[in-house]
C-alpha cells in the first residue's frame, strides 16, 4: 500500500463542540447515565444493538445506525458500522473545504464523539471459551470506529473507557458543549492504547493456538497499576504494569495497611511469594535483596517462621517476609517486634491484621492464593535493543530423579534436606550455594562470582548466626548443601564438607565430575546428581 500524498493540514480548532455522537459499547457502566446527559445537551445520539436498547429503554432518543446510513446491519451483525457514511462523518476534516464538500456531496453527516469500547476477546477467553466463539468475539468495526476517531482527533472526541465519560462532560459543561484539544489528544492516545493491547491479546491468543512459543513477532499488553516514587535509585523513574494473567502476587494482592510499594519493594515481594508457593507443608520465606536470607518449613508456621528468622537474624532488618498459609496471630507478634517492608501471604486472621497494625509503615498483602509453581509462564527481560524471553523455571525434581555418585548414599533425613535445599536453590542469585539442615536453610550464598565463595559465605553465615544464638557449634554441622548448578572444581565441596555438610546436591555435569566425586568420597559425603540446574540472574 502506498504512503498518503503530503498535505497541508488545516487549521486545528482548540474547541470542538458535540453535536452528534455514535454510541456503541459492550461494557455498559455508565452508559444510561452519560447518555441522558447527552440527550439534555441536544446531542443526536446513533446507536446499535445492546446499547440502542439500553438508552431507549431509558427513555432516551435514539437513531439506529441502519436509519442513519440507509444501510441494515448484515451477516449477524459483523457489518453494521463500516459504511462510508460512518467513517466518512468521523474522519472528515470540519476546516477543510474539500472534506466539507464531499461530505455534502455524499450526504455525509459529521460524528463529533465516539463512544465505543469492544467485544470481550479478553474475558472471553479468559473464561476457557471455545476457538469458534473466542473468534467471534474479535471485534472489527470498533477497533475501526476507535482508530479513526483517534485519528481525527482534531475535530472528534473518542471515549474507550466509562472512566472517560466524566471528563468529557466536565468540559462540555465548562465550554459550552465542547471539548479542548488537550482532552481530545490525551483521549487518542488511551485510544490507540486501547486498540494495540486488544490486537497484542488476538495475536498472542492465536500463537498459543498454533502452539507458538516464540512467535515471529512478539506483541505485549500491559496496564498501569501505579506510577511509583522512582525506580530502584532516586533519580530512576518507574511504573508497575499487571500483565493481566491474574497470577497471585503482588500484582493481584489487596494492600490491607502500609505505605505505597516502591520499585524495590514489589521485585522482592514477588521472589518472596514465588518462593514459599514452592512448599506443600507450612513455610516462611524472608528475602533481602531480591535473595532469600531464611526459608523453612514445619509442622506449623510459627515453628518455621522461627526456623527462617534464626537462619540470619542480621538481615532479615528492612526484608521481606512470605507465607503460605493464613498468618496467625502468634507469627504476626513476632513480625511486629521487627523492621520490615512487607508481609505477604495468602490471607490473615483479624488478630494477626490488628497485631500488624500497630506498625503502620509495614505493607501487609494479601494475595488470596498462592502462584502454581508448576504451571509454564513466561519471563522477560531488557537489554540494549531488545528482550530475552523464556519459559518460567518450573523445574523440580523428586527423589526418583536423583542420581547416587558416591560409595555412600544419603540418609532418608539427607534425602529430605537435600531435595529442600535445591528447591530454595532456585530462588537465589547464581552462583548459588544453600545449606540446610531440619527443613530450614542454615547458610545461604547468594551472587558470587565463583561457587568456592559462594560456599565459604554461606558457612560464615550459618557459623555467626550460631554464635547470635549461643550454640555450641555452627549450625552448618550436619546440614546438606545445594549448589544450582555442578562444581566445576571440587574447591567448593570441600569448602562445605569444612564447614560440616554431610551431603550434597547438584545438577552434574561437569568436565570434572570424576574429581568432585573422588573428593566427596574422600571426605565421606553423600552425593546426588539432579541432572537439572537452576541459575537466576
Known amino acids: 500500500m502506498s504512503a498518503p500524498a503530503q498535505v497541508q493540514p488545516s487549521p486545528t480548532p482548540d474547541l470542538a463542540r458535540i453535536g452528534r455522537a455514535l454510541v456503541s459499547v459492550s461494557d455498559k457502566e455508565g452508559l444510561v447515565e452519560f447518555g441522558r446527559f447527552l440527550a439534555q445537551r441536544g446531542v443526536e445520539i446513533l446507536s446499535t444493538g445492546g446499547s440502542a436498547k439500553a438508552l431507549r429503554d431509558a427513555g432516551i432518543k435514539v437513531v439506529e445506525v441502519s436509519d442513519h446510513t440507509g444501510f441494515p446491519e448484515i451477516m449477524d451483525g459483523r457489518v453494521k458500522t463500516l459504511q462510508p457514511s460512518i467513517h466518512g462523518g468521523i474522519l472528515g476534516r470540519r476546516t477543510d473545504a474539500g472534506h466539507q464538500k464531499a461530505m455534502a456531496d455524499h450526504r455525509i453527516a459529521p460524528i463529533d464523539l465516539v463512544v465505543v469500547n469492544l467485544y470481550p476477546f479478553e474475558a472471553t477467553v479468559a473464561r476457557g471459551a471455545d476457538y ?22 482534531d475535530f472528534v472526541t473518542i471515549a474507550v473507557d466509562p472512566q472517560d465519560y466524566a471528563a468529557i462532560r466536565a468540559e462540555m459543561e465548562a ?72 497470577r497471585p502476587g503482588v500484582a493481584t494482592a489487596r494492600m490491607v495497611q502500609g505505605k505505597e510499594l516502591s520499585y524495590n519493594n514489589i521485585g522482592d515481594t514477588e521472589a518472596a511469594y514465588e518462593c514459599v508457593a514452592e512448599f506443600k507443608e507450612p513455610a ?33 532488618f528492612g526484608g521481606i517476609v512470605a507465607v503460605n498459609t493464613t498468618l496467625e496471630a502468634r507469627t504476626a507478634e513476632d513480625l511486629s517486634k521487627l523492621f520490615l517492608e512487607v508481609v505477604i501471604a495468602p490471607d490473615a486472621t483479624p488478630e494477626a491484621l490488628e497485631i500488624l497494625a500497630k506498625r503502620k509503615n509495614v505493607r501487609v498483602l494479601l494475595a488470596g492464593s498462592l502462584p502454581d509453581p508448576t504451571t509454564a509462564g513466561m519471563t522477560l527481560k531488557s537489554v540494549a535493543g531488545g528482550y530475552l524471553f523464556q519459559t518460567r523455571d518450573n523445574g523440580k525434581v523428586g527423589r526418583g530423579d536423583l542420581k547416587v555418585v558416591t560409595k555412600r548414599a544419603p540418609t532418608a533425613k539427607e534425602l529430605d534436606d537435600l531435595l529442600f535445599a535445591f528447591t530454595v536453590c532456585k530462588h537465589v542469585k547464581s552462583n548459588a550455594i544453600v545449606y540446610a ?27 555467626e548466626s550460631g554464635e547470635m544464638a549461643k550454640l555450641a557449634q555452627s549450625p552448618a554441622v550436619g546440614s546438606v548443601v545445594a549448589s544450582d548448578a555442578f562444581f566445576p572444581f571440587a574447591d567448593g565441596l570441600l569448602a562445605a564438607a569444612e564447614a560440616g555438610a554431610t551431603a550434597v546436591i547438584q545438577p552434574g555435569g561437569s568436565m570434572r565430575d570424576k574429581e568432585v566425586i573422588e573428593a566427596a568420597d574422600e571426605k565421606g ?13
Not at 225 to 246: I, M, W
Not at 285 to 309: E, F, M, R, T, W
Open 175 to 246: 465550554n459550552g458543549g465542547a471539548t479542548s484539544l488537550a482532552l481530545r489528544r490525551k483521549l487518542a492516545a488511551k485510544a490507540y492504547a486501547r486498540t494495540a493491547a486488544y490486537d497484542s491479546a488476538i495475536a498472542q491468543w492465536f500463537a498459543r493456538q498454533q502452539g507458538e512459543a516464540f512467535p515471529e513477532r512478539l506483541t505485549m499488553a500491559a496496564t498501569r497499576v501505579q506510577t511509583l516514587r522512582y525506580g530502584e535509585n532516586p533519580h530512576q523513574q518507574a511504573a508497575f504494569y499487571s500483565d493481566g494473567s491474574n
Open 437 to 463: 539442615k531440619d527443613g530450614a536453610t542454615v547458610g545461604v550464598g547468594a551472587g558470587q562470582m565463583n561457587r568456592r565463595d559462594s560456599s565459604r559465605i554461606a558457612a560464615i553465615r550459618a557459623a
Open 525 to 537: 559425603l553423600a552425593m546426588v546428581f539432579t541432572g537439572m540446574r537452576h541459575f537466576r540472574h
Open 284 to 316: 516462611v520465606v524472608v528475602i533481602k535483596h531480591a535473595n532469600p536470607c531464611g526459608v523453612a518449613i514445619g509442622p506449623d508456621q510459627y515453628s518455621a517462621y522461627l526456623k527462617a528468622y534464626a537462619c540470619d537474624p542480621v538481615s532479615i
Open 132 to 153: 469458534a466463539t473466542s473468534v467471534e468475539n474479535i471485534d472489527i468495526g470498533g477497533p475501526a470506529l476507535i482508530r479513526a476517531s483517534a485519528k481525527n482527533h
